[in-house]
């Protein structure tokens, strides 16, 4: 006859054992202690208000107000991310903060944003100079009172010019030489000039306006019209005008003109000039109105 076999059945400990010896546990213990401790570091970190943003600091405005700019770094500042302020010192955008400066204030050349713990932002601005005039015509739509037909009114609108070659402010029609392109309408903020080009520009006119000729007969450069890359038309007082090439160099272009100026063309023939053309190479070209 076969013996049987039996198997050992393993006794299960109850439940209740089992708690008891996690209640005992020092790791279990160690583990919710450690839990409330991150707890509530998290909530003293990002909800006491040790840490959120309360000191604005300006530096570097001159001509625009400090409680303008306090307004547009405030701004990316308020709201929440998901339950947590963007006030608070960690979550705070510096990035942010000098983007929305920078759009709202076109005067603005480089603005720096720095956050000094725990609750102080430093905002350090420096403002564009002014180094000459843009000005353009602008055409506006106007609605004819007590109809609804429209016309069209051109009206004359300069800017402040910095050495970045972007506009900035606007300001009056100035008395000084003005700079300008053909058939372009621009807005605060917009690079109207390339630096060099401009820089070049600017060396000519400055030159030419320094010639002993001009001194002498009361000559000087009235506007600098942006044609092209290539090619800026300077209008010369007396009525007629210069064409330079600002992409290349200009010394030699201010001497050509100047020796021009002093021996092929006469005093008395001068005032009939259309224009004189710099642009190509070693030649001068003339040319008189009809």
Not at 157 to 162: A, E, I, R
Not at 231 to 260: C, T
């Amino acid at each position: 006859m076969r013996a049987k076999r039996y198997k050992l059945q393993r006794r299960l400990k109850p439940k209740r054992s089992r708690v008891k010896k996690l209640l005992k546990s020092k790791v279990f213990w160690v583990g919710i202690l450690g839990f409330f401790v991150l707890a509530g570091s998290a909530y003293g970190i990002f909800f006491t208000p040790f840490f959120q943003i309360k000191h604005i600091e300006i530096r570097g405005n001159k001509n625009i107000a400090e409680e303008e700019l306090r307004q547009a770094v405030s701004e990316p500042l308020s709201g929440h991310v998901v339950f947590f302020k963007k006030s608070h010192f960690l979550l705070a955008n510096a990035a942010g903060v000098a983007a929305k400066i920078q759009a709202v204030f076109p005067e603005i050349e480089s603005v720096a944003v720095q956050k000094k713990f725990p609750d102080k932002v430093r905002v350090t601005v420096q403002e564009r100079q002014g180094i000459a005039t843009w000005c353009q015509n602008k055409t506006l739509s106007i609605e004819l009172e007590g109809s609804q037909e429209q016309t069209t009114r051109s009206i004359r609108q300069c800017f402040t010019l910095d050495k970045q070659g972007v506009i900035f402010e606007e300001t009056e029609s100035a008395k000084e030489v003005t700079l300008s392109a053909e058939g372009v309408e621009v807005a605060l903020g917009d690079q109207v000039v390339a630096p060099v080009a401009l820089e070049h520009i600017l060396q000519f006119q400055r030159s030419v306006d320094a010639f002993p000729l001009f001194e002498q007969v009361g000559l000087r450069v009235l506007s600098l019209l942006v044609v092209s890359k290539e090619r800026v038309n300077a209008g010369i007082s007396e009525g007629w005008e210069i064409y330079f090439n600002p992409s290349a160099g200009v010394d030699w272009q201010i001497q050509k003109v100047k020796l021009v100026l002093e021996q092929e063309i006469s005093s008395q023939r001068r005032p009939f000039l259309e224009y004189i053309d710099l642009r190509f190479g070693d030649q001068a070209y003339i040319k008189y109105r009809q």
